[in-house]
């Protein structure tokens, strides 16, 4: 059972640290059979994933374009046949340790006069009985919408889901660039918080597209400012719960631009945990929508089919930020700046520090010099860790008050990322 820490900034399982590792596959039980599930399902639990992002109802008839996704069958989801085949994908997620952070439908629903305050509660309760004895649920309201305009309809929904399931938590995934503190902070019903950092560079602010969005929270790739700008609103955990896609179109629309690949969704990952983010979802372009190819309405350039990208080499390196911070006691960890002796960069050369009474983190993304207060790690063991191989080099014991960091001597083009871990 997942529960809140008391320090209320992360996530406890069965009253120990539990670190969420998820990956969007929002488009599971529509898109894929039940072998084809357990292909996914198993793929991602040996890599350490423990969180499924899936959405149960995506679109209806007569909503073919809709975000220019695939959705598999129209109408299927009001069919018996259906929700036996959710059923037992759920407990395959179960059987496999994974829990299922499940969308009760895809905002568009709302946006379309679908799903309205009025009969939301009728779709909430078939849920609410139907899985109410499941141990792996958590509840996502939401989905890549902005709420202003539904706030009471998911006020209304969020309330009934935990009166009715009170041990499962509940959240709320929100719009790109959008923030659940923007509608929910306050509301008792949303245990943790989501934002969608999205996938947009520092210099795709607008782009003239339908996903623009006005709002004075525009971060670009410095998904890790979201944690501290929630944290400051809403004492409650928060993670990024859609950065950047591997293999997507850098702003998802001009098929000239360059793709999001392995070495920036581990930036994305590590910059937002170690500024406090209980947790990380990763995401593959081909994998969320399960792409097969032979249709229309490819979504944002995919270059592959499914059942290839599951074998991206980013999927296979998450589980290294993961190790590492299982490996320490993060839950009473924090961010901190204050250790940078050479003082913080911005952008691609910011160094994320996070460190706690035994231990101490450091994400370097370009492989620059810099210097770090260690006077309280001295004694303590020191490694290089590659984010890449998951490889640690033992470097010494601390034994001085600060520790530099030389650059990082590699061919132009390779990966420069490194963490540095003192415990």
Not at 65 to 75: D, L, P
Not at 233 to 244: G, I, Y
Not at 347 to 358: D, P, T, W
Not at 377 to 401: A, E, F, L, N, Q
């Amino acid at each position: 059972m997942l529960t809140i820490s008391d320090n209320k900034h992360y996530l406890l399982e069965d009253g120990k640290p539990f670190f969420w590792l998820g990956d969007t596959g929002w488009l599971i039980f529509g898109n894929l059979t039940d072998d084809e599930a357990y292909t996914y399902l198993r793929n991602r639990a040996e890599k350490g994933f423990n969180v499924i992002q899936a959405v149960l109802i995506y679109s209806t008839e007569g909503m073919e374009t809709v975000n220019r996704m695939h959705w598999g069958a129209a109408g299927i989801y009001k069919t018996k046949e259906y929700w036996e085949h959710v059923d037992r994908i759920i407990k395959m997620a179960d059987d496999l340790g994974l829990y299922m952070a499940l969308l009760p439908s895809w905002g568009s629903l709302l946006k379309t006069g679908v799903i309205t305050e009025d009969n939301i509660l009728e779709y909430g309760s078939f849920l609410a009985d139907r899985y109410k004895n499941y141990s792996n649920i958590i509840w996502v309201l939401g989905g890549d919408i902005k709420a202003e305009d539904y706030k009471a309809a998911y006020r209304k929904l969020g309330a009934y889901l935990k009166f009715s399931t009170p041990n499962k938590l509940i959240t709320f995934h929100p719009f790109g660039r959008c923030s659940s503190t923007m509608w929910f902070s306050d509301d008792e019903w949303l245990d943790f918080n989501m934002f969608q950092s999205g996938h947009r560079r520092y210099d795709q602010c607008n782009l003239g597209a339908w996903d623009d969005i006005d709002s004075p929270s525009y971060y670009g790739e410095d998904n890790w400012k979201y944690v501290l700008h929630d944290h400051a609103l809403s004492n409650k955990p928060v993670l990024d719960a859609e950065p950047s896609y591997e293999w997507i179109i850098q702003g998802l629309h001009n098929h000239d631009e360059p793709y999001w690949t392995a070495k920036h969704v581990r930036r994305y990952a590590y910059w937002s945990v170690l500024a406090g983010a209980c947790g990380h979802t990763y995401g593959d372009n081909s994998v969320m929508q399960f792409y097969t190819g032979g249709h229309d309405g490819v979504s944002y350039g995919v270059v592959c089919n499914w059942d290839e990208a599951i074998h991206h080499e980013g999927s296979g390196q998450m589980h290294f930020l993961k190790d590492i911070m299982q490996s320490v006691d993060f839950i009473n960890g924090k961010p901190d700046d204050s250790l940078l002796l050479s003082g913080q960069k911005e952008k691609h050369e910011r160094i994320a520090v996070f460190a706690g009474g035994s231990f101490l983190i450091a994400y370097d993304y370009l492989g620059n010099e810099f210097t770090l207060d260690t006077h309280n790690y001295t004694g303590r063991d020191m490694w290089w860790i590659s984010p890449v191989t998951g490889v640690k080099s033992y470097i010494d014991k601390c034994s001085s008050d600060s520790f530099t960091a030389k650059k990082f001597a590699k061919v132009e083009g390779d990966d420069t990322d490194r963490v540095l871990l003192i415990k």
